[in-house]
């Protein structure tokens, strides 16, 4: 009767098994790093500039904390953007982040402009991220875009530490809250890709 030796079987079993093991951890390791590059590949590297543009603020009351404007009153205020270098994208794959503080508001380029509360904005302008110039919705090495402001106000209050101060705000169309900057303070800004929740590009201006 012949028998099995055990000694000569385990270590095939042991050195199948590390096998076995280490083709797992590779396939998926080369599966996480492969997600990670194409999530990269689909956030365009671009360089941004930016600054603040304030062509005009009125107010006829500075007193009720709401814009009053004169009649005929439009301004074009906001953020002006420039594409300095690198991969173009679409204006529709996009989203702009601002935020002073802890406070951060999301604007995207299909919200809808207000017209409820009223506008400041003339009526050529008909979405809040709009490119300058040329209109293909395109972004290239050159190419501005705006992220237009809809309403602005004067604040004069002194008891609450407001002395005439000027401000610029965004609140689109049946949105439940808004947000809004003062000259002479900073903003920060964040350019985002729809895509891989990205960053594009971030940075800070001071209104002026």
Known sequence: ??????????????????LVVTIIIAAV???????????????PQTSLSARAVIENIQDTDETDWAPTYPAGFSAKNGLLFENTGGD????????????????KYDIDTFDKIQTTRGTCLPSDVTSYIMEIGDSDGFISPGDKFMLYADNCRIDHSPENGYNHAQQISWR????????????????????????????????????T
């Open 1 to 18: 009767m012949k028998t099995v030796s055990d000694s000569a079987v385990s270590p095939v079993v042991g050195v199948m098994l590390m």
């Open 29 to 43: 390791v080369s599966a996480f790093a492969g997600g990670l590059s194409g999530d990269q590949s689909k956030t």
């Open 88 to 103: 173009s994208f679409a204006l529709s794959d996009i989203y702009i982040q601002l935020q002073s503080g802890d406070n």
């Open 172 to 207: 689109p169309e049946d949105a439940k809250g808004g947000k809004a900057a003062y000259l002479n303070t900073r903003l920060e800004y964040k350019v985002i890709d729809k895509t891989s929740s990205r960053v594009i590009s971030s940075g800070e201006v001071v209104l």
